[in-house]
């Protein structure tokens, strides 16, 4: 959420702003705006709506400053508007900042500030900083970098923040808490933001600044400190994407160039985790599990991941020889859930920056359990909390509806449930067929992708409708829960996601003549309870699209999908493949914008 980018250098900043902020689209935001700075002042400019505006604001304007920030808002403090947007600055007009996050005791801050007279334009919290900044440098005398520090440590919540002045015009000014910010460096200058995309255009040497540090940048140097003043070692990685895996490459779209790369990605995530007969996990096998005594094991996070965490349950919880569940990580704090050092808690976050799923892993550390993340972008807030990392490689995903970082989280969550079972000694899976079933998941998905054509003309059956039932039993509901969230995110149309055996416990109520049904039933064990549930749906007037295995009969049916054959305990990466080509051709048809939807932001970094 919020997009912010830096840039200090030998050349004019603004192309690198622009282009950064460009790249963090799929944040998702409501306005945009940069400040520039050299000897000459300050020069903001700010609005409300999409990047193309503020582009065609600054058209005209000479603009060879080489120094500046820029934003891209989502709005939590305030409407949107042009006053609220960011950046901020103080009344002198000599400092400029822009912010991510939430400032949290905001108000008590703002209350103190207006006794001393500062006089606030906008309805952020943001403006706050901007102000104190002002009364530690201009009263209280303190260097901007001082005063840099001592306001962070006034500052209750999360945030990222970069700072310009015209008191010293060849400085940025960076600090971070709970809220992501990497650095990046080139031969012109050095440079930050709020995501690797937006500097992979320009430097794949990539430096993420940690919880609790500061940066001042200049054009040939930066350095790193903690918010007490204490020098920090500097910790780069080399980003294993270019700036091309972040463009479009011919499609439409990003959300459908990234349902075609799930073959790849799939194929990637599964990449050496394969020794002979067994999985390769030595990020796990480090933990020593069965020295820990695990008694509970918790699935935690948000949104698409949550999904995939019910399906990792759904997977292992019959197996398993101890409690397992998954729980939203906006519900894991408050929940009191047991935690002590029996407890193994794995957090799954595309972003690893998950606002609310960073808060439950440090529950969960303070509470002595042993934790694990899964994630697709290194070097993120998750990785550098968790006892171990499993990183999904997906690649960037730049739509803000997740596809292929939702395929290879169950792939992932799928290798990890075999080795919990092996390490813990469950032996409950048929590991050896599931392993080379696994690896025959990238052919299968573009079997599926053949269903392109198909799914457009079903996607018309809900041109007109507003409403969509997505039922499945088993392991087929997880993958009707993330169906259903992808027709909402990208379509608008509304949908929920039922056990199909609850459908006539009132839900049923809700169908009529013509309403649209998507059916899972590759479960074999209960396929025929869901065919039984289909059919009370027909007899009611619903249209029904079946996807299905390739020996379930179906022949009475109109609309029939049927999967490749694999098992059944991977049928939940195949179907989705074809729900999500569902949901993105319903957003076509209905003229969405499909990898921005409204509202909505890629990473969900406040809580």
Known sequence: MCGITAYIGAEPALPFLMQGLSKLEYRGYDSAGVTLV??????TCKTKGRLKQLEDMLETVPCPQKCGIGHTRWATHGVPSQMNSHPHTNEKNTISLVHNGIIENYLALKEELLKKGYKFKSETDTEIVVHLLDDYYYHEHLSLF?????????????????IVSTEEPDVIYAAKKESPMVLGRDKSGTMCASDAPALLAYTSEILPLKDGQAVIMKADSLQIFDFD??????????????????????????????????????????????????????????LNLPARGIQRIYYVACGTAYHACVYAVTQISARARCA???MPASEFRYGSPYLDEHTLCVFVSQSGETADTIAALKLAKEKGAVTAGVVNVLGSGI?????ATLYTCAGPEISVASTKAYTTQLVLLTCLNIKLADLLDWGVFDQYQLIEDLQKLPEAIEEVLKYEKKIAELAELLRYRQDAYFIGRQLDYPTAMEG??????????????YYAGELKHGPIALIEKDSVVIAMATQPKVAAKTVSNIEETIARGARVILITTQQMKAD?????LRLPELSDELSAVTGVVLLQMLAYYTASIKGCDIDKPRNLAKSVTVE
């Open 556 to 560: 009475r049916f109109e609309h029939v």
């Open 383 to 387: 990785t550098r909390l968790a006892d």
């Open 484 to 497: 259903a969230l992808k027709l909402k995110e990208v379509s608008y149309v509304h949908a929920d996601a």
């Open 229 to 286: 003043g204490v020098p920090q070692e500097e910790e780069w990685i080399v980003f294993p994407y270019d700036v091309h895996a972040a463009q479009k490459g011919g499609y439409d779209s990003f959300m459908m160039k990234e349902i075609h790369e799930q073959p790849s990605a799939v194929r990637e995530t599964l990449r050496g985790r394969f020794r002979g007969e067994m999985v390769y996990m030595p990020e796990i096998e480090k």
């Open 146 to 162: 001082e005063a840099l520090l001592k306001a962070v440590h006034q500052l209750q919540g999360s945030f990222a923040l970069c």
């Open 324 to 326: 397992v569940s998954a």
């Open 38 to 43: 050299d000897s000459s002042g300050l020069f």
